[in-house]
């Protein structure tokens, strides 16, 4: 019993760190099949302040190209795949399918070689290589479907090859289609290069090399678009420049389950030491025929070491099934994921070096007390424990009781963060209504004119009986998508303001009533507003406080220096300020922060050359009733061009939900740890308190034949666990509050401390001991003296 008991206490610790472990591994140390020596490969990017990579512009990456010399080659690709319409040849209609565009030698730097036909040539421009999985599936894998030629967002292209069967491409995004466009052809802004270092050329090499091609730009006159940024580089992985930030929270999520291996651990270690008491005579009966010290401690913890492995292979299966259970504590994603979750020689190492470990450092001391009897003692009084042992019992239930109380607060803390992001105003409405992007590139190459086309869909999406309001924008709120289109600054000449980069967004009338955002001076945007019209802006109220404080913004102009997509440079626009909108929330209230926004209308947005970014705009519409928008929408859409397909289409609250994952999966996993820790500290007070009865049963005997009353018996045996509740609670408490002071930097909305938070946890511990401790001293005082003294 007590075998199958904490190998499934400890498979549960294991599991868990195993599970986590799993998922870094796919992301950050499994090398993707069908590369050539990934380990040579490095992702690159303008360095982020917390060590990770933003894409850079076209400009950027032909720079790196031409000025890297400790790289063979630099590829380069677009940060996500997108949405694309595929018009098979004689058909009308698109096929939503998910592309992804990349420069002509990206397979060449990967090593990569096709199953079919081909892949990108030099220069190559309008082509495509499709994924094997999705050629077998949509064209059954026929060979003849090399060479023909498909329209992608409007384009005719070239299919001229089938990947490897065991590429998955290089992201944690499905791709279906990888198509090879010239640099110069790509949006500005969203490219993450890639790089393979020379043979005999370290890494840090290349990165100071980086740093080195940033200053030089700069000092030969900058690139087009504003200041270069600081450039640099991370090993390659799937997580491409988030790698930083996925090995945090791995490690922060490894760090809360951590805490329940070592109760389980520390549980384990009290029963060991118990048991090495109970077999004190046994101990003892070796040692006298001749064992050496050392020969009792290898047995000890061979004992330990067997046990632990047990738990770790246990704890393999328990792994496979939370990753399974894994999906029920996401949101639903938008997107189709690509990560190898299976297990290889990493996973199994990791789980048995882990099992290893903490037998060793949790069964050494078991083992060297344990081993440590008097054998005549022994061998004359039976099963007589040692006041030292006690005392090691006794600090391993403290252990248990403090990772049992850091667990309990932390997940009563993350579950406040979900609470209050929950409840904070977002500075829009998200119910009721629904998002989907479209992308008018399926059409044909950029134009002029884009914003009749847009006013001609979204007239139709609001005739619809079931949609209330209905709106288009760029950046849809409470998301990760962002635009850049360069600074502001007020539009007075006599300012010394400096050009500040604010938040953009591109959006149609009724924008913000849609949505719910106050127009708290001025204006919304107008059906007058076109490109004819003096230019005109609205503006947060972030950005109005930040530029005039105290004054009335509406009537200031502003000075915005846009870059001008078609001319390839930077113009300045002065602009009238109509409206100051509420403060929106950005990034899902992750950060809590108020960006400053500046709103340009989307009737105007040709006239500073962003036809390339209106190229896509998303839909925002309020239902009048219950029910899903998105039929709808794609009904209109392809009314409009059966080439048309709607992309991300899903409620709001589903896109915002998604931004509260990390704080999510922590609530969720330090919430079932803790249960499963606090369990583990009941056993341990419950050991400890059965453990300290049995070792006084004579001396509480003499205590009631003396008559001493029963209930006096009780409260002396309880006594001794509360001062273990008690000191297991300090050094909880003091970890967890600690904890939190780190955790709440990096969290917004993690209170560092909540004292109905602490109170209710020491409430809980001091129940959990009492109960846990007055089970086996009513037993004592119901066995009777006779009884005891009867049987000693």
């Known amino acids: 019993m007590f075998a199958a008991t904490a190998a499934v206490s400890l498979a549960i610790g294991i599991g868990a760190n195993t599970a986590i472990f799993t998922v870094a591994n796919g992301l950050l140390l499994r090398p993707p099949t069908g590369i050539a020596d990934p380990a040579a490969l490095i992702d690159i990017g303008a360095a982020r302040g917390d060590g990770g990579l933003n894409p850079v512009n076209s400009t950027t990456y032909l720079e790196i190209s031409r000025r890297a010399t400790s790289l063979t080659s630099v590829s380069a690709e677009q940060l996500f795949p997108h949405v694309m319409g595929l018009v098979p040849p004689g058909t009308a209609s698109a096929e939503t399918i998910l592309g992804l565009s990349v420069t002509p030698n990206f397979f060449s730097v990967l090593g990569t070689v096709p199953s079919h036909g081909r892949l990108f040539g030099a220069g190559e421009d309008g082509a495509a290589v499709l994924n094997y999985d999705y050629w077998s599936r949509r064209f059954n894998g026929n060979a003849a479907t090399i060479g023909q030629t498909v329209r992608?967002?409007?384009?005719?292209?070239?299919?001229?090859?089938?990947?490897?069967?065991?590429?998955?491409?290089?992201?944690?995004?499905?791709?279906?289609?990888?198509?090879?466009?010239?640099?110069?052809?790509?949006?500005?802004?969203?490219?993450?290069?890639?790089?393979?270092?020379?043979?005999?050329?370290?890494?840090?090499?290349?990165?100071?090399?980086?740093?080195?091609?940033?200053?030089?730009?700069?000092?030969?006159?900058?690139?087009?678009?504003?200041?270069?940024?600081?450039?640099?580089?991370?090993?390659?992985?799937?997580?491409?420049?988030?790698?930083?930030?996925?090995?945090?929270?791995?490690?922060?999520?490894?760090?809360v389950v951590s805490?329940?291996?070592?109760?389980?651990?520390?549980?384990v270690a009290a029963v060991m030491l118990t048991r090495a008491t109970a077999r004190a005579r046994e101990i003892a009966l070796r040692a006298a025929l001749g064992a050496g010290r050392g020969r009792l401690v290898r047995q000890l913890l061979t004992e330990?070491?067997?046990?632990?492995?047990?738990?770790?292979?246990?704890?393999?299966?328990?792994?496979?099934?939370?990753?399974?259970?894994?999906?029920?504590?996401?949101?639903?994603?938008?997107?189709?994921?690509?990560?190898?979750?299976?297990?290889?020689?990493?996973?199994?190492?990791?789980?048995?070096?882990?099992?290893?470990?903490?037998?060793?450092?949790?069964?050494?001391?078991?083992?060297?007390?344990?081993?440590?009897?008097?054998?005549?003692?022994?061998?004359?009084?039976?099963?007589?424990?040692?006041?030292?042992?006690?005392?090691?019992?006794?600090?391993?239930?403290?252990?248990?009781?403090?990772?049992?109380?850091?667990?309990?607060?932390?997940?009563?803390?993350?579950?406040?963060?979900?609470?209050?992001?929950?409840?904070a105003?977002?500075?829009?409405?998200?119910?009721?209504?629904?998002?989907?992007?479209?992308?008018?590139?399926?059409?044909?190459?950029?134009?002029?004119?884009?914003?009749?086309?847009?006013?001609?869909?979204?007239?139709?999406?609001?005739?619809?009986?079931?949609v209330e309001r209905a709106s288009l924008a760029r950046v849809p709120p409470g998301g990760f998508e962002g635009i850049s289109l360069g600074g502001v600054a007020p539009g007075d000449r006599s300012s010394t303001t400096e050009t500040f980069p604010p938040g953009w967004n591109i959006v149609d009338t009724d924008y913000f009533a849609t949505l719910g955002i106050p127009i708290l001076a001025g204006r919304d945007f107008a059906s007058?507003?076109?490109?004819?019209?003096?230019?005109?802006?609205?503006?947060?109220?972030?950005?109005?406080?930040?530029?005039?404080?105290?004054?009335?913004?509406?009537?200031?102009?502003?000075?915005?220096?846009?870059?001008?997509?078609?001319s390839r440079r930077t113009e300045t626009r002065i602009s009238t300020v109509v409206g100051v909108s509420g403060d929106i929330r950005s990034s899902s209230l992750i950060d809590g922060l108020a960006e400053p926004y500046v709103y340009l209308p989307l009737a105007q947005s040709d006239a500073i050359g962003a036809t390339d970014i209106t190229i896509t705009m998303s839909i925002v519409a309020r239902r009048r009733n219950g029910g899903n928008l998105a039929p709808t929408m794609a009904t209109i859409v392809q009314g409009i061009d059966p080439r048309l397909v709607l992309a991300n289409a899903q409620p709001l609250a589903d896109a915002i939900a998604l931004g509260m994952t990390p704080q999510r999966v922590l609530a969720a996993m330090s919430g079932v740890m803790g249960l499963v820790a606090v369990l583990l500290a009941s056993m341990g007070i419950y050991g400890v308190t059965a453990y300290t009865v049995a070792l006084r049963r004579r001396e509480l005997a003499i205590r009631l034949a003396l008559g001493a009353p029963r209930a006096r018996i009780v409260r002396m045996v309880s006594r001794q666990s509360a001062w273990l509740v008690s000191l297991g609670l300090v050094v909880g408490l003091a970890l967890a509050l600690g904890a939190g002071q780190v955790l709440s930097v990096f969290f917004y909305g993690l209170p560092a401390t909540h004292l109905p938070t602490i109170l209710g946890t020491v409430a809980l511990f001091f129940f959990i001991g009492a109960v846990a401790s007055i089970v086996p001293a009513r037993q004592a005082v119901r066995d009777g003296w006779r009884r005891a003294l009867q049987e000693d």
């Open 304 to 423: 330990t070491v067997v046990l632990y492995l047990c738990s770790g292979l246990l704890a393999i299966g328990l792994a496979r099934l939370l990753m399974r259970l894994a999906p029920l504590i996401l949101p639903p994603l938008p997107v189709s994921l690509v990560v190898p979750l299976s297990l290889d020689w990493r996973v199994l190492s990791f789980a048995v070096s882990l099992s290893v470990l903490a037998a060793v450092v949790f069964g050494v001391l078991p083992a060297f007390k344990g081993s440590r009897v008097d054998a005549r003692a022994s061998l004359n009084d039976g099963t007589r424990g040692s006041t030292g042992r006690s005392r090691l019992r006794s600090a391993f239930v403290v252990g248990q009781i403090a990772c049992s109380v850091m667990l309990v607060v932390l997940a009563a803390l993350f579950v406040r963060v979900l609470r209050h992001a929950g409840a």
């Open 528 to 566: 007058s507003d076109t490109t004819g019209t003096p230019p005109v802006v609205v503006i947060s109220d972030a950005l109005a406080r930040r530029f005039w404080p105290g004054q009335p913004a509406v009537g200031k102009t502003l000075r915005l220096a846009i870059f001008n997509a078609r």
């Open 152 to 255: 992608i967002n409007g384009r005719p292209v070239t299919i001229v090859g089938v990947a490897a069967q065991d590429f998955r491409g290089t992201g944690i995004q499905k791709c279906d289609v990888w198509l090879s466009i010239a640099p110069g052809a790509t949006s500005a802004g969203n490219l993450m290069p890639r790089g393979r270092l020379r043979q005999g050329v370290a890494f840090e090499t290349a990165v100071a090399e980086l740093k080195s091609i940033s200053e030089a730009i700069d000092r030969d006159g900058g690139i087009t678009n504003g200041k270069t940024p600081r450039l640099s580089a991370l090993p390659y992985s799937r997580a491409g420049g988030n790698r930083n930030v996925v090995l945090g929270f791995a490690v922060v999520l490894m760090v």
């Open 259 to 267: 805490l329940v291996l070592a109760a389980a651990c520390a549980n």
């Open 425 to 466: 105003d977002p500075g829009f409405d998200s119910r009721s209504v629904d998002v989907a992007t479209v992308n008018l590139s399926v059409l044909g190459e950029p134009n002029t004119g884009t914003s009749a086309l847009w006013r001609t869909m979204i007239d139709r999406v609001r005739e619809s009986p079931s």
